[in-house]
C-alpha cells in the first residue's frame, strides 16, 4: 500500500441557526437565490463552483466542477466543450446533478434534472465576454481528449495567437452551454451533534411539494 490515511477523527462542530420549513421560501430558485447571495456576500471562495455529476448511457457515474454562470426560474446553466466526458454522457444520458458545497456556512444545496444544450447565440454571447486568455485554450483544448504533451498544447496556443493577433479567436463550436431544469431541490444546513436540518422540494405539477428529510 503506498498511501493509508486514517481519516475517522477528522470532523468539526456546526454552529448555525435551525431552518424549518417555514424559513424557506415556497420557490425553491427564490430560496437558492438567497443562500447563493449569502455566500457570495461573504465572498467565499469558488462560491459559484459546483459538482456536475452526469452517468453515461448504461448509468455509470462520473463527477466534476464546473461554474454556474446564470440561474433563472428555467435552470442552471454552465459552459463547456459538448465533445468532453460529460458532454458525451449528457448526450446519451440527460438526467444529471448538481452539487452547492459552501463549507464556511455548513451549507450544501443538491439539484436533480434533466439537462438541454443552450442556443449557439447564447454560447456565443458567453465567449466573447471571456478573458482573452480563456478564448484561447478553449479554442485550443479539444477537452478530455488524450494529448501527447503539455508542450503540444502551449505550442497550439501560441499558433492560434499568430493567426488572430487581434484576440478575436471564434468559439469552437462544440463549446457551448448547458441547463439543467430541476424537478428536485435539497438545502442541507449542518447543526450541531450531526442533528442537520434537510429540506427538499420535489416537483409537483407547476408547484412544489415541501418536506423535511432525516439527517
Ligand atoms: C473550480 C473549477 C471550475 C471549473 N469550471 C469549469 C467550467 O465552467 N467548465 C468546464 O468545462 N470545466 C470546468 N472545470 C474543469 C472540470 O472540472 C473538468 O476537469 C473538465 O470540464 C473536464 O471534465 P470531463 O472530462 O468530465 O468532461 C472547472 C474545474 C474547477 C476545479
Redesign the pocket.
Known amino acids: 500500500m503506498a498511501i493509508e490515511l486514517d481519516l475517522s477523527d477528522v470532523r468539526r462542530d456546526y454552529e448555525s441557526h435551525s431552518i424549518g420549513k417555514g424559513d424557506m421560501d415556497p420557490d425553491p430558485f427564490v430560496q437558492f437565490g438567497r443562500w447563493l447571495r449569502r455566500a457570495r456576500d461573504l465572498e467565499l471562495l469558488?462560491a459559484t463552483?459546483m459538482t456536475l455529476a452526469t452517468a453515461d448511457a448504461d448509468g455509470r457515474p462520473?463527477a466534476?466542477?464546473?461554474?454556474l454562470k446564470h440561474v433563472d426560474d428555467h435552470g442552471f446553466c454552465?459552459?463547456?466543450?459538448s465533445r468532453?466526458?460529460?458532454?458525451r454522457e449528457l448526450a446519451a444520458n440527460p438526467n444529471a446533478a448538481l452539487l452547492f458545497h459552501w463549507r464556511d456556512l455548513s451549507r450544501q444545496v443538491r439539484v436533480q434534472g434533466t439537462v438541454e444544450q443552450l442556443p449557439a447565440a447564447d454560447a456565443d454571447n458567453y465567449f466573447r465576454m471571456r478573458p482573452e486568455g480563456s478564448r484561447f485554450s478553449a479554442a485550443a483544448s479539444r477537452?478530455?481528449a488524450e494529448i501527447e504533451s503539455r508542450a503540444r498544447l502551449e505550442d497550439k496556443v501560441l499558433r492560434l495567437r499568430s493567426a488572430y493577433p487581434d484576440g478575436d479567436v471564434p468559439r469552437p463550436e462544440a463549446w457551448l452551454g448547458y441547463r439543467l431544469k430541476p424537478d428536485y431541490f435539497e438545502f442541507w444546513q449542518g447543526q450541531d451533534n450531526r442533528l442537520h436540518d434537510r429540506i427538499a422540494y420535489v416537483a409537483d405539477g407547476d408547484g412544489w411539494r415541501i418536506r423535511r428529510l432525516s439527517p
Open positions: 469558488d463552483a462520473s466534476r466542477i464546473v461554474l454552465w459552459y463547456t466543450d468532453s466526458q460529460k458532454g477537452q478530455s
